[in-house]
DNA sequence: TTTTGAGTTGTTCGA
DNA sequence: GTCGAACAACTCAAA
């Protein structure tokens, strides 16, 4: 082993230079540091990556690109598997080491695992690290020994554990190998869309480290002290928009963690009152550490009497839900705007959430993949805890009895009706009164707003109310 | 081993 | 219009 030999950093999903792990551990080493990207969607088993994140992607790795070469140094693209690309780049550059940050998924578990012993049975040094979550899946456990199904005694041991570690500095410069390896441009993995249907994500999102940081910034101020009342509102700016980021890395939530902790020790009253986004940053934590230890979630539910439960199969719904024509206007403007810009609100995704799998009785792995292929942010830990507490087959789920009713859903959480009149503009000259349930509204009404139920909008494709009594019907039935 | 208290986000009905 | 109870028992976590 040389002494010049350079360190690999292998980025995955922690886009960023600062709070970076596995750059540290490469960049302590004093030698030269080879920052790598490889291409492998065929390594992620059931879950490659969307067309949203796909988009978003591309972008984040620009950026990064652009930071490693203010610090002197480069990103090296590759397309490929993993372990062969890591092996040919090692031989290439003669780095004898490999660092990167962790992955929880179950599948990247066992990728990562044989790419860890396959390096070491080549003789280099392979080693990973803690770049993506507050605490290790296995850290957190209860007095019994065992991971935990229950939220609310999660965070109470995550908070009585060591605060998480203050986050490491950005390095000021990176050490260049003796030689730069081949690398392929990033436009190259094809990762944006051939047809242009992203103008919506570009006048809604500017993905990349530096804007994250930026997001970050303009949110602490207001946002955090605001977060317990404005989160709840979609046609609010109220919640951080810090999930994409979070996703791909570009902030860890360490950073996130200590400085709304510092931010909120500057505030003279009431210090706990930022507490629900620091809960938010916990649920993310209590979804990973469910999907690694119940690695069968992302697909089967975790409550077993729900695999029989009776769902429904029915395109015509399906296709109606995704595309936001179910006539129910606050879900079909959150499908919208999932459609237009790869984002919804959190409180929208519960409403739609919950109109598919309890009014139309659809299967919540249907949500799912919709979910994951549509949103920027989107997140096997994530996805999978919404979509399981939604159907209540989770591990710490909605009551069977907790179904939304569309109609009161939006009339307390978009009150004048903002948030559906600009995703759903066909109803825009609906007076507020009905603008949350159109079908109840007198003829001339309608008329006078340019509406016609079933040509300008589709009535209703269920009765909520019908639909409601079938749901209840299902879950007696599957606990009896 | 047994007991006890508690569990993100709601809706409806009847007084 | 407002308010409290019912919705159903079950599982989890800790003592």
Not at 24 to 36: D, T
Not at 381 to 395: D, F, I, K, R, V
């Amino acid at each position: 082993m040389s002494a010049s030999s350079p360190a690999i950093v292998w980025f995955r999903q922690d886009l960023r230079v600062a709070d970076h792990p596995a750059l540290v551990a490469a960049v302590a080493r004093g030698r030269g540091v080879i920052p790598v990207y490889i291409w492998a969607p065929q390594e992620e088993g059931r879950w490659p990556d969307g067309a949203a994140t796909r988009w978003w992607l591309h972008h984040s790795l620009n950026a990064l690109a652009a930071s490693l070469q203010s610090l002197g140094s480069r990103l090296i693209v590759r397309e490929g598997s993993s372990l062969p690309e890591l092996r040919k780049l090692a031989e290439e550059t003669g780095a004898s080491a490999v660092f990167w940050n962790r992955r929880y998924e179950p599948e990247a578990i066992r990728r990562d695992t044989a790419v860890k012993a396959g390096l070491k049975a080549d003789g280099l040094l392979a080693e990973s690290y803690n770049g993506s979550l507050l605490y290790e899946p296995w850290e957190i456990k209860s007095k019994t020994g065992g991971p935990y199904k229950v939220f609310t005694p999660f965070s109470k041991t995550c908070l009585a554990h060591a605060e998480p570690d203050q986050p490491l500095a950005a390095p000021s410069r990176l050490a260049r190998p003796t030689s730069w390896p081949k690398s392929l441009p990033i436009d190259d993995l094809q990762l944006l869309p051939t047809i242009h249907w992203d103008s919506g994500f570009r006048e809604t999102w500017q993905p990349g480290w530096d804007h994250a940081e930026q997001s970050l910034q303009e949110f602490l101020p207001t946002g955090v002290t605001l977060y317990a009342e404005e989160r709840n509102r979609p046609d609010h700016r109220g919640t951080s928009r810090l999930s994409p980021a979070l996703h791909f890395g570009e902030l860890s939530p360490r950073q996130i963690w200590h400085q709304v902790c510092s931010h909120l020790k500057e505030q003279p009253q009431s210090p706990q009152i930022g507490e629900p986004y620091l809960r938010q940053l916990l649920w993310r934590e209590f979804a990973h550490h469910l999907m690694y230890h119940f690695p069968d979630t992302p697909t089967q539910p975790l409550r077993e009497e729900f695999s029989r439960f009776p769902w429904l199969e029915n395109q015509r719904h399906l296709r109606a839900w995704q595309r936001g024509q179910t006539g129910y206007p606050i879900v079909d403007a959150g499908m919208r705007e999932l459609w237009a810009t790869g984002w919804m609100h959190n409180r929208v995704r519960m409403i739609v959430a919950s109109f598919l799998v309890k009014d139309l009785l659809l299967p919540w792995q249907a949500g799912a993949d919709w979910f994951w292929d549509t949103l920027v942010d989107a997140d096997l830990a994530n996805n999978t805890l919404g979509w399981q507490w939604t159907a209540g087959c989770g591990a710490d789920a909605a009551p069977y009895f907790r179904i939304f009713n569309p109609v009161s859903q939006g009339e307390k959480f978009d009150p004048e009706g903002g948030y559906v009149r600009r995703w759903v503009p066909e109803l825009a000259k609906l007076p507020t009164e009905w603008i949350h349930q159109p079908w109840n509204a007198p003829p001339i009404t309608l008329r006078e707003a340019g509406i016609t139920l079933g040509k300008t909008y589709p009535r209703p494709i269920v009765d909520h109310g019908q639909a409601r009594l079938a749901a209840l019907a299902a879950l007696r039935q599957i606990r009896g």
